[in-house]
């Protein structure tokens, strides 16, 4: 059974910084892709970063620069570090692997930037 488990979400103002894990088990971590995706209240969930096991990373361009996603192998854990934190970025934060036509999600963590 796939869990992708997200932690580390909260309250902070504008210009802070959060990081975000996500724990997964049930999947072979370390050949899935693994990404964060968000969506805000009323918006459509969005791909804010991801990392291939191959080490490829992507970042959205409204998180580029402020936001860096890594993967630990050895505790089968992601991470999101969010720096510079705006109140557009506030939303549910969600995990995701994803491998072919495999596309697991977590149930989410809420991060809220206040002005």
């Known amino acids: 059974q796939v869990q992708l488990v997200e932690s580390g979400g909260g309250l902070v103002q504008a210009g802070g910084s959060l990081r975000l894990s996500c724990a997964a088990s049930?999947?072979?971590?370390?050949?899935?892709?693994m990404a964060w995706g968000r969506q805000a209240p009323g918006k459509q969930r969005e791909l804010v970063a991801s990392?291939?096991?191959?080490?490829?990373?992507h970042y959205a361009d409204s998180v580029k620069g402020r936001f860096t996603i890594s993967r630990d192998g050895a505790t089968n854990t992601v991470y999101l570090q969010m720096n510079s934190l705006k109140p557009e970025d506030t939303a549910v934060y969600y995990c995701?692997?994803?491998?072919?036509?495999?596309?697991?999600w977590g149930k989410g963590t809420l991060v809220t930037v206040s002005s």
């Open positions: 990392a291939t096991s191959g080490g490829s990373i």
């Open positions: 995701n692997a994803q491998l072919a036509q495999l596309n697991y």
């Open positions: 049930g999947v072979r971590f370390n050949i899935y892709t």
